[in-house]
């Protein structure tokens, strides 16, 4: 059995692939390694899952789908792909949105029409967002409430990406499903969010950016949480049967709305140094508060998240000094 992990490079990538690797699994991970951010990192994190002989890697982008095809088209041995391989990031999306539309939009096609070449396949896991609860002000956003007021360019583009995955469940029998990821952290993580960010500039003595004047709530999600959550749900996959769609989609969050403040002062007391604070206005294509149901998940494959955000915050500013103490 062999599972493909698209985006191996990225932070959850290299998280999934690392646990299956350790447990045993064959694992091929294809990434473009893409310079959205230091190519460095992405090649680091390479470098461990390459300690592991069951491990192979292709250079690739899931937009070419001449080289996609070339590379994975008759591997009929991959039975599990967890597709990762995005163009991420919310405020990103309004300055570069034809990335969005290559990597998410014909990308995601691109993965789709592999998953119709693979004989074997059995269950398809693709990262969607908690973005896609746009306009939303309902708490906590649960699966069943519709999601049709995206805030910005990724938002629609992982909107869209559910519906595509929908029509292919539906057309070619494909077990497939969503997980709405909130705002993932954790040691290896990426140099474009909050926590890496920061971090950063508070060591830098530089001030830190707060937008909305801290008035921001989000459901931090540990990155082992989301191992394990991805990993449960992979192996059980929704039901072929008659009449019935094999596609779904779960929220994969903590279960709580944390101040962005106290995510500053978690930071700030880790590393025992005062942020300069510089608050800014609410940015376009920006959501204000985000809070996970997750009964359904927890209900079907028994996700649990185990990681409060004083817990993991720390875990992420220590492996961050660690990575950069050069
Ligand atoms: C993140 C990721 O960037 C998306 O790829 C992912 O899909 C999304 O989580 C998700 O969970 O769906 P976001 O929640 O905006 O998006 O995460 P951050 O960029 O880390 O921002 C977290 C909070 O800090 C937000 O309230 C944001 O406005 C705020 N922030 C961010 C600042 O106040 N200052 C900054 O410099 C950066």
């Not at 982008?61 to 990031?89: C, E, P």
């Not at 592999?114 to 908690?130: D, P, T």
């Not at 001030?207 to 749900?233: A, C, Q, S, W």
Request: hydrophobic share 40%; charged share 25%; with cysteine.
């Amino acid at each position: 059995m062999t599972i493909l992990v698209t985006g191996v490079a990225g932070f959850i990538g290299m998280h999934v692939a690392e646990t299956l690797l350790a447990g045993g699994r064959k694992v091929i991970g294809i990434d473009n390694l893409n310079p959205y951010y230091d190519v460095k990192l992405k090649k680091d994190r390479l470098n461990r899952l390459d300690l592991y002989s069951n491990f192979t890697f292709y250079e690739l982008d899931i937009s070419d789908r001449a080289a996609l095809y070339k590379a994975l088209g008759d591997h009929s041995k991959i039975s599990l792909i967890v597709h990762l391989a995005a163009q991420a990031g919310v405020r990103h999306s309004l300055t570069r949105p034809f990335d969005y539309t290559a990597a998410n939009i014909t990308g995601f096609l691109t993965i789709l029409e592999l998953c119709r070449q693979l004989e074997n396949l059995k269950h398809v896991v693709y990262a969607s967002s908690s973005s896609v609860y746009g306009a939303n002000t309902k708490m906590p956003f649960s699966v069943s409430q519709t999601t049709d007021s995206p805030l910005s360019l990724y938002a629609a583009t992982k909107k869209a990406n559910e519906l595509m995955a929908h029509s292919y469940a539906h057309l070619y029998d494909i077990p497939m499903t969503g997980l709405r990821f909130f705002t993932v952290y954790g040691p290896w993580g990426r140099p474009d969010m909050a926590y890496w960010r920061f971090t950063e500039q508070i060591m830098k003595g530089k001030p830190v950016h707060i937008y909305n004047h801290g008035d921001m709530k989000r459901d931090f999600t540990y990155i082992d949480d989301v191992v394990k959550g991805i990993l449960e749900v992979l192996v059980n996959p929704p039901e072929i049967k008659e009449g019935h769609v094999p596609h779904r989609v779960y929220n994969i969050g903590n279960n709580r709305a944390e101040r962005l403040l106290d995510f500053v002062e978690i930071i700030e007391k880790t590393l025992g140094v005062g942020a300069k604070r510089e608050f800014m206005p609410m940015q376009p294509g920006d959501i204000k508060e985000t809070y996970a149901d997750i009964d359904p998940i927890h209900r079907d494959v028994g996700y649990e998240p185990a990681t409060s955000l004083d817990e993991g915050l720390p875990k992420f500013v220590n492996w961050y000094k660690e990575y950069n103490k050069g």
